[in-house]
Each structure stands twice: as structure tokens, then as C-alpha cells.
């Protein structure tokens, strides 16, 4: 009974720190992209932090070449001391500043293409306490994701699939997760209602893939038909001779000549 009660606890507990963990926005880990949006802003990430190492860098290089002014020289332990100076920003900045992963409740706010970024950063903090299979529907999510943002922010503004996609990606998505979290470990195979927590995520991120992919083509169809009617007012104003290129009318001069 005492190895059950220590059990049960265990879960409770390991149980509130993935809730406490995943309602604050995730674990602040360097972690495979799984879109373009994700990956642009870790690469900014290490722009700023090669930055500030560089700065860390020409610092300590003047602070040598002003002690050794002062001083005569700074000796071999004066290189030392620089190269450990140099060893200690290096350190310090391959980890800091920490990569800013967005709360949930943050995902669907800014640009179509911020939200797009935000998604993706969070579904990567995310993806360590999934299954394998909701695990690839997550890394199939992110190229849908990063389509997505493209053709919304050519998307008129008042396009109905900007509304539909902040509910589906800013709140749905992230809501189905956070409640797939909040199940024990042990738990999640178990079967409730007639499935298990591991199938009803792996079957609720299907369905949300498949409505990101229906409205990837409500977009699309919406430039194909605007592409469609330019197309027969290109015909109905200039009629077949707007075909006619170069060729035809060199052609003219020689048909001259030659009569």
C-alpha cells in the first residue's frame, strides 16, 4: 500500500510540474526547428549572442592593450588571464540570452506570420512530452505552418481564414496539448471513454492538420481564381494577337522581300 501511495504521488506530482511547465510557455531548450519561423528566430538568437561576444572579445583586447601601456607589457600570465576571460564570455553567451519561447495563451497575437513563428517555437517545446506518432504530426505541422503564414500575409485583411486559423493554431492547438500534458504518464495508455490520451491527441493534431491544409487551398483557390479572371480579360482585350511574339513580326519584312 505505502509503494502505491509513493506511486500515485510520484504521478501527481510529475503531473502538476509538466502542467506548471507547459502553462508557462515550455522549457527554455535549443531544439530541432520544425519550421522556417522557428528556425529564423533561433538564428537571430545567434546573431545577437555572436554580437555580443564579439563586443566581449574587443573589450578584453582593449583592457590588454591598455594594461600593457600602463604596465610594459602583460607577460605570460597577462595571456592567461585574457584567455580565460576570453574562454568565460564564450561560455557565457553560447547560453544566454535564453531563446524567449511565447506562453500559450500568446500564440495567436501579431502578424499571421509572428503567429506562425510563435506556433512553431512552442510546438517544439512541446514535442519531448508527446508520442512518437503525435510527434511527426507536430514536424509535418511546421512546413503546413510555414505555407500557411505565406499566403496570409498576402491574404486580403479581412480574409474569413485569418479568423478561422487564430482560433484553430492560437487556440485549439494549443488548449489540446496543454490538456494531453495535464494526463500522468502512466495514464495516457490507459483507455477512457473508448480511447486512450495517446489517440485522441494523435487524432485531434490529424484533424487539425487537415483543416490547416483546407485552408491552405481556400486561400490558394482564391489567387487561382484571380489569376483565372485576369487571364480572360487578358483575352477579351487584346484577343488572339496578344499571343504574337518577336518571330511574327520579323517574319512580316521578309514575306515583303521576297514579293
Not at 530541432?32 to 574587443?58: E, T
Amino acid at each position: 500500500m505505502n509503494d502505491l501511495t509513493r506511486d500515485s504521488d510520484r504521478l501527481i506530482s510529475e503531473g502538476r510540474r509538466l502542467r506548471d511547465d507547459n502553462r508557462s510557455g515550455g522549457r527554455h531548450r535549443m531544439v530541432r526547428s520544425i519550421g522556417k519561423g522557428s528556425a529564423q528566430a533561433k538564428l537571430k538568437l545567434w546573431a545577437k549572442r555572436g554580437g555580443m561576444f564579439a563586443g566581449a572579445v574587443l573589450a578584453i583586447l582593449i583592457a590588454m592593450a591598455i594594461a600593457g601601456a600602463v604596465l610594459g607589457g602583460i607577460g605570460f600570465w597577462g595571456l592567461v588571464v585574457a584567455f580565460f576571460a576570453a574562454l568565460g564570455a564564450a561560455i557565457l553567451f553560447a547560453n544566454f540570452p535564453r531563446l524567449s519561447v511565447p506562453q500559450a495563451g500568446d500564440l495567436n497575437k501579431g502578424t499571421p506570420r509572428q503567429m506562425v513563428a510563435r506556433t512553431e517555437l512552442w510546438l517544439e517545446q512541446q514535442r519531448p512530452a508527446l508520442p512518437a506518432p503525435a510527434v511527426q504530426l507536430v514536424d509535418d505541422l511546421g512546413v503546413k505552418l510555414d505555407i500557411l503564414g505565406q499566403q496570409l500575409e498576402t491574404a486580403p485583411a479581412g480574409h474569413d481564414a485569418i479568423r478561422d486559423i487564430r482560433e484553430l493554431v492560437g487556440e485549439t492547438l494549443p488548449e489540446m496539448v496543454q490538456s494531453y500534458t495535464r494526463v500522468p504518464p502512466a495514464m495516457r495508455r490507459e483507455e477512457h471513454v473508448g480511447a486512450t490520451a495517446d489517440q485522441r491527441l494523435v487524432e485531434g493534431l490529424g484533424k487539425i492538420s487537415g483543416e490547416i491544409d483546407a485552408i491552405n487551398r481556400k486561400i490558394a483557390d482564391g489567387a487561382l481564381d484571380d489569376l483565372a479572371v485576369q487571364h480572360r480579360y487578358l483575352g477579351y482585350r487584346y484577343g488572339e494577337g496578344a499571343g504574337s511574339g518577336p518571330a511574327d513580326d520579323a517574319g512580316a519584312p521578309q514575306e515583303q522581300a521576297g514579293s
